[in-house]
């Protein structure tokens, strides 16, 4: 190259920005095999994004800019080619050629017209080799950049963890407690998500933020978390619980106490006064007035130590993580023992101690058994303070929200009152506006029909004339726009004889264990099965799922399944085992390789990830998405029985209605694990209860299951 990459990119960028993402920028930039492409194009392809998420540029068009600038700098020209257009190279022409010079768009459009011309390319005229060479080597480009991206993102995202969350007494000042933040937009480095918006939080109320996967309201929290927000008071803290608490030494209790940075620090300060005094330091020469300062300072520690009620702390923290199922010896044991989802529960129970003058949750409940979010939506209807929810829960919503905040087509609406009456309210504008467009529209009609009848009649010509004039001031309802319906078509296995599934006295332990989960367990599954498995976590249910499918198998007693049934089991675990890096349609592609691509996006559509989501990296998708191709991975092979263990964590409101009517649907068997009421209560028959090692039916309905556990 010309010069120094990474000197290159400090001269061009506007501001520095983060070192781990310039050190991959420049290795992009230096790979031997990387191309500029057209005034920058394909540099800005690979590293745009990149460019404005670390901070290097202000926005797009800057990102656009400093590529372009690259471009001629790294490859030794002193001025840019001017209109672009490409110089013809003596002989014949490819059209392949002369794609390299495009963008993106124009690229496509050529390459479609070669497909075109020729048709695929099992019926047309095979590649040259060097057509073929060139058509590897701009794979593997897009490879590398998109793998790049990939890397970017991973690294960014861990270098913004946040810090453990502290207490920070009297933030707040008088009068600025409401939050008021007046035009302002919300964008993913890219692309902009939230536009000219209006938000009002008021003091004290309880916020639900609802809203499409990938609409951007996770993106929304951390804008608010880092105060990226104009109009965010400084003095308000807010605190997003996002990340799982760290993996170390430090017990869970010491985890949450150790937010109270002023406690733990004047409880220090006291015991080396003290020592300093029961020591008989200030007895030596001098000591009187040492003497005499100690006990002054002793005094105002062990007034503040009142003032925050350092001797209560302990007890309230326990409080909170009793209220989330850590039990005593739980609170004692250190948190790299925990699995991720409970600590997130660490990470809730500190912010709940912290109480930020804003709290924000990012749905709070898919780590938590029913038992821990009965608890959390009585905490939180107490809650002094402003909290924001985002969640697909629509009963918890409606326990403890006052207020619905919408986020639809780039604006925030506020709704007073719960979820349900939000639907009813939006039910009810929709219908209105409908009724208005139909009245408008015949009201135009009957002033057309004058002016049509009128229109060469000499007498009637101002009547006309007045007519049209008013017609023209008619304005148009602006109609409100409805989403496209999601979908979750889960394919027809064929039927299967019972029984499908046996368990025949099955007692299970785990290796090593002395703890015996179940004991003398006798039940079958067939096609028509429809149950819901409920219990506090911990007690075994993921267990049971995994010796019905098989990944487990019984210490006593047999499991028989008919070699005619496929299972398939959706988990958190098989979300988080996508491989992010790919688009979903690779990753399909990876996993059943062989297949028609048609096959792969038609699978993929049926669980509402359309041709555009297919072809993007899934580390850009919403956690909502990602779980969609999850569903479109464990039922490529036509499961007879879908084995689902919280299956609505991460879906939005919407998915979760059809994620309803999916399973209303399949003619399958459903075994589900959740806490959902409303995905429970509109799919599944039985209600089973896990306790003492025992599975039992539960006679009742999902609220009366609800009593029984407040009591």
């Not at 050629?97 to 099992?122: C, F, K, N």
Request: net charge negative; hydrophobic share 40%.
């Amino acid at each position: 190259m010309a010069r120094d990459a990474k000197a290159a990119v400090e001269a061009v960028v506007t501001s520095a920005g983060d070192d781990t993402i310039l050190d991959y920028v420049v290795s992009v930039l230096e790979d031997e095999d990387f191309e500029f492409g057209a005034d920058g194009e394909d540099a800005f392809e690979a590293i745009g994004s990149m460019l404005v998420e670390g901070g290097f540029v202000a926005d797009e068009g800057e990102a656009r800019r400093a590529c372009r600038e690259l471009s001629h700098v790294l490859k030794g020209e002193e001025e840019p080619r001017g209109d672009g257009f490409r110089q013809l190279d003596s002989g014949p022409v490819q059209m392949a050629d002369m794609s390299d010079g495009l963008d993106t768009h124009e690229r496509i459009s050529a390459e479609g017209l070669i497909q075109t011309s020729w048709g695929p390319d099992t019926g047309g005229p095979a590649l040259s080799s060097r057509d073929a060479a060139k058509q590897e080597k701009r794979k593997a480009k897009e490879e590398r950049a998109q793998q790049a991206a990939w890397e970017a993102h991973r690294r960014a995202a861990e270098a913004t963890k946040g810090e453990k969350p502290r207490i920070v007494r009297n933030a707040g000042a008088l009068g600025s407690r409401d939050i008021h933040l007046v035009s302002f937009s919300v964008s993913n480095g890219g692309a902009e998500l939230i536009e000219d918006a209006d938000l009002i939080l008021a003091h004290g109320r309880r916020y639900g933020l609802i809203g499409r996967n990938g609409t951007g309201k996770t993106t929304l929290l951390r804008a608010m978390s880092s105060h990226n927000i104009k109009g965010l008071p400084a003095s308000c803290q807010v605190l997003h619980v996002e990340q799982e608490a760290e993996a170390t030494d430090e017990t869970v209790l010491e985890a949450v106490l150790s937010c109270d940075v002023e406690r733990a620090e004047l409880l220090a300060e006291e015991a080396e006064i003290m020592a300093r005094i029961d020591s008989g330091a200030s007895a030596k020469p001098g000591g009187d007035e040492h003497a005499s300062g100690d006990l002054a300072r002793l005094q105002e520690v062990s007034k503040r130590l009142l003032e925050i009620d350092a001797a209560g702390a302990e007890a309230r923290a326990a409080s909170l993580l009793s209220g989330l199922s850590f039990d005593d010896e739980m609170m004692r044991r250190p948190t790299k023992t925990f699995s991720g989802g409970w600590r997130m529960r660490v990470s809730l129970a500190c912010a709940l101690f912290v109480e930020p003058d804003l709290l924000l949750l990012d749905e709070p409940t898919n780590h938590l058994d029913l038992h821990a979010v009965l608890w959390l939506e009585d905490y939180l209807t107490r809650w002094p303070k402003t909290v924001l929810i985002v969640s697909h829960a629509r009963e918890f919503l409606n326990s403890v929200c006052t207020d619905i905040i919408h986020l639809k087509s780039k604006k925030l609406t506020t709704y007073r009152g719960t979820y349900d009456n939000f639907e009813k309210q939006l039910r009810e504008h929709i219908r209105n506006q409908r009724s208005q467009a139909e009245s408008v529209e015949r009201q135009k009609k009957h002033i057309q029909a004058f002016v049509d009848k009128f229109r060469y009649n000499a007498k009637r010509a101002s009547l006309v004339q007045s007519r049209i004039k008013a017609l023209e001031r008619i304005a148009d309802v602006d109609l409100y726009e409805e989403d496209a319906e999601y979908v979750f078509n889960f394919p027809d296995p064929g039927t299967v004889e019972p029984p499908v599934m046996g368990f025949d006295n099955v007692s299970f332990r785990y290796p090593g264990s002395s703890r015996t989960l179940f004991k003398n367990l006798d039940f079958g599954l067939d096609m028509g099965s429809r149950l819901a498995i409920v219990g506090p976590n911990g007690i075994g249910k993921t267990t049971l799922l995994k010796l019905i499918s098989g990944d487990l198998e019984p210490t006593e007693g047999h499991v028989t399944r008919s070699p005619k049934a496929r299972m398939a089991t959706f988990s958190q675990h098989h979300v988080d085992g996508l491989d992010l890096s790919l688009t979903p349609l690779q990753y399909l592609e990876k996993q059943f390789p062989s297949n028609p691509e048609p096959r792969y996006r038609g699978h993929l559509a049926s669980f509402g990830i359309p041709a555009e989501l297919a072809m993007q990296p899934m580390f850009t998708l919403s956690g909502g998405q990602k779980s969609r191709v999850a569903f479109a991975k464990i039922t490529w092979t036509k499961p007879h029985i879908l084995l689902l263990d919280e299956p609505s964590n991460h879906l939005d409101i919407d998915a979760v209605d059809a994620l309803v009517k999916g399973l209303t649907l399949f003619p399958g068997a459903v075994l589900m694990v959740s806490h959902d009421q409303h995905l429970i209560e509109a799919t599944v028959d039985e209600l089973w209860m896990c306790e003492n090692g025992h599975v039992t039916p539960f006679h009742g309905t999902f609220e009366e299951y609800k009593q029984r556990l407040r009591k």
